[in-house]
C-alpha cells in the first residue's frame, strides 16, 4: 500500500500588478496637458476616472505604473502617445437618436426647407456632426436626411463627421453596431436606420446608402480647421460640458463664421451659449438659427 503523497499548496501565477497610484502632481500635470492638446478641462473630482483610463495605457504600454507613465510623457519620445492619451480621456457616450427632437426638427422643418431653397440642379447641402463619437450622430442625420430627400439625384448632399478620437473613428466609418441597439429603437424611426446583412453574429451594419453620405476624419476643436464651409446646420452637441468658458467662446465663433445665414446649430441638451451671441437666435430647445 503506497503512502498518499503529500503536494505543497501553489499560489496562482499572477502577473506583475502595475502601481496605479495617482498623486496630485501628476494629476495636475496630466490635466495640463490635455488642456494643452485638447482644450479639454478635467475637473479635480474626475481624478478616480482618470486613473482608470491611465491604467490602461499603462497596461497597454507594460510599464509599471502611472508615475512611470506620467514621466514617460515627459520626454521627447512621448509625442507619438500624446494622440493615444486623448483617445483615453475623451468620452464617448451617445446613441441613435439621441435627444430626439433635434432630428424630428432635421427633418420636419430643416430639410423640407432647405430642398425648397436647393430645388435647383446639383444643389448643394452640407451639415457637420462636430464631435461624432462612434458615428451614431451622424447616422442618424443620415437617416433622417435621406428620409426626406428620398430617391433624388439632383443634390449635392453631404455629411461631415470629425473627432479627435482616432480610435472612435475606425468604429464609426465602419458602421457595425450591437442588433440589440437597433431593436430598441421607437418603431417611428428604426425603419429609416436602413441595415444590410453580411455583419457578424448579434450585429448589424449601417447600409452603403447612408454610410457614403458621410465623410469620416479627425479634428481636434481647439486647432486649425481645414474645411471652409459653409454649412447649413452644425451639430456640437454635449462637447461644450468638456472646455471652458473661453475655449467655448472662441469655437463658439469659428462656428458662427462656417455657418450660413439661416443654418442651424443644435447643441446638448444640458448647454447652452457661453454668452448669448449677436448672430445667433434661440428657436428651440437648445437649437439656435443664424440670424445674419
Not at 509625442?79 to 439621441?98: K, M, Q, S, Y
Not at 461644450?240 to 446649430?265: E, H, M, W
Request: hydrophobic fraction near 40%; aromatic fraction near 8%; proline fraction near 6%.
Amino acid at each position: 500500500m503506497s503512502r498518499p503523497v503529500s503536494i505543497p499548496s501553489m499560489a496562482p501565477l499572477q502577473p506583475a500588478m502595475a502601481d496605479i497610484t495617482l498623486t496630485r502632481d501628476d494629476m495636475k500635470f496630466i490635466a495640463a496637458l490635455v488642456y494643452e492638446q485638447a482644450g479639454i478641462v478635467i475637473r479635480e473630482h474626475k481624478e478616480a476616472m482618470t486613473r482608470g483610463r491611465l491604467a490602461r495605457r499603462v497596461k497597454a504600454l507594460g510599464m509599471g505604473s502611472v508615475a512611470e507613465y506620467c514621466a514617460f510623457l515627459k520626454t521627447p519620445q512621448a509625442a507619438g502617445e500624446l494622440p493615444e492619451l486623448i483617445n483615453a480621456v475623451t468620452t464617448n457616450h451617445t446613441a441613435f437618436f439621441r435627444e430626439r427632437h433635434h432630428f424630428d426638427h432635421l427633418r420636419k422643418e430643416v430639410m423640407p426647407r432647405l430642398l425648397q431653397e436647393r430645388a435647383g440642379r446639383r444643389g448643394r447641402i452640407r451639415i457637420w456632426s462636430s464631435a461624432c463619437s462612434s458615428g451614431e450622430e451622424p447616422y442618424s442625420i443620415a437617416a433622417s436626411c435621406r428620409e426626406v430627400m428620398g430617391a433624388r439625384s439632383d443634390l449635392d448632399f453631404k455629411i461631415l463627421a470629425t473627432d479627435i478620437d482616432t480610435d472612435i473613428l475606425v468604429r464609426a466609418e465602419a458602421g457595425i453596431y450591437p442588433a440589440e441597439l437597433f431593436e430598441r429603437l421607437p418603431a417611428d424611426v428604426k425603419p429609416l436606420l436602413k441595415l444590410e446583412s453580411g455583419a457578424g453574429r448579434g450585429e448589424a451594419r449601417i447600409s452603403e446608402d447612408l454610410r457614403r453620405l458621410i465623410a469620416f476624419k479627425r479634428l481636434n476643436l481647439i486647432e486649425k480647421w481645414p474645411m471652409s464651409g459653409p454649412f447649413d446646420v452644425i451639430f456640437c452637441r454635449n462637447v461644450f460640458i468638456y472646455f471652458d468658458t473661453q475655449t467655448k467662446a472662441s469655437i463658439l465663433d469659428r462656428f458662427v463664421a462656417l455657418l450660413s445665414p439661416g443654418g442651424f446649430l443644435y447643441l446638448g441638451h444640458s448647454e447652452s451659449l457661453p454668452q448669448p451671441h449677436p448672430h445667433l437666435r434661440l428657436i428651440g430647445r437648445t437649437i439656435y438659427e443664424r440670424t445674419a
